[in-house]
């Protein structure tokens, strides 16, 4: 194996969830600015931690208003709105981690979500820490988000990897892939099964652009 842990993004990288968090975060910030929020603004903060993202927008569309409450009212109808719609794993997804993690591979999540909202989507796929994946690590536990590594570092932590050249990182969004990077991963993997386009993805420094999640097995090999 040329990778020791799997340290993966969850929303459009891990879980299908039709990049609807990002809708949400979207709407909340324009109802409590009352006015429109573009979608280039959202785009640049994609991947990061969700109260960050919400304090950075209202900083950039110059708003008025309290990013706590903000956030509150976001979380509330997220967690609505998984709860009606379930984000599910991407085909194969599951497989692919029983046959990694038999070959001595660690698997880690790490995610822009907080701790409520990332049991939440665990609860509804069924997975649990010490049996489908080997590690959670949620935004609201690191001191600074993507694009900062603190996330990836903690997964290696978590799973008892010491050697950050052999870790592969992926995600779906540049902020993923900068993280990756400054944590120095071996392998720092764009997704296409999310929010940004190979177009986006291939401007930040990248080792690989991959279609799908499951697409990353066969780095094992060569």
Not at 44 to 59: F, L, N, P, Q, V
Not at 83 to 110: I, Y
């Amino acid at each position: 194996m040329h990778y020791d842990l799997l340290s993966l993004d969850m929303a459009g990288t891990t879980f299908d969830e039709g990049n609807v968090v990002y809708d949400v975060l979207r709407r909340s910030v324009a109802d409590a600015l009352g006015t429109d929020v573009p979608w280039d603004i959202v785009d640049r903060w994609t991947g990061t931690s969700k109260i960050e993202a919400i304090r950075a927008i209202i900083k950039e569309v110059r708003g008025d208003a309290d990013p706590e409450k903000v956030y509150s009212a976001f979380s509330a109808q997220l967690e609505r709105s998984y709860r009606e719609d379930p984000p599910r794993p991407f085909p194969g997804v599951t497989e692919m981690f029983n046959r990694l993690r038999s070959a001595g591979v660690k698997v880690a999540l790490q995610t822009g979500y907080a701790k409520p909202i990332t049991d939440l989507i665990l609860e509804n796929a069924g997975w649990r820490i010490g049996e489908t994946v080997d590690a959670v690590v949620t935004s609201d536990s690191v001191a600074a988000s993507r694009p900062a590594p603190y996330l990836i570092f903690r997964t290696m932590e978590a799973t008892g990897v010491t050697n950050v050249r052999r870790v592969l990182v992926a995600g779906d969004t540049v902020n993923d892939l900068r993280a990756g990077t400054n944590a120095g991963a071996g392998f720092v993997v764009g997704l296409l099964s999310g929010a940004q386009s190979v177009e986006t993805l291939g401007r930040v420094p990248h080792t690989h652009i991959l279609d799908r999640v499951t697409d990353i097995e066969a780095l094992a090999h060569e």
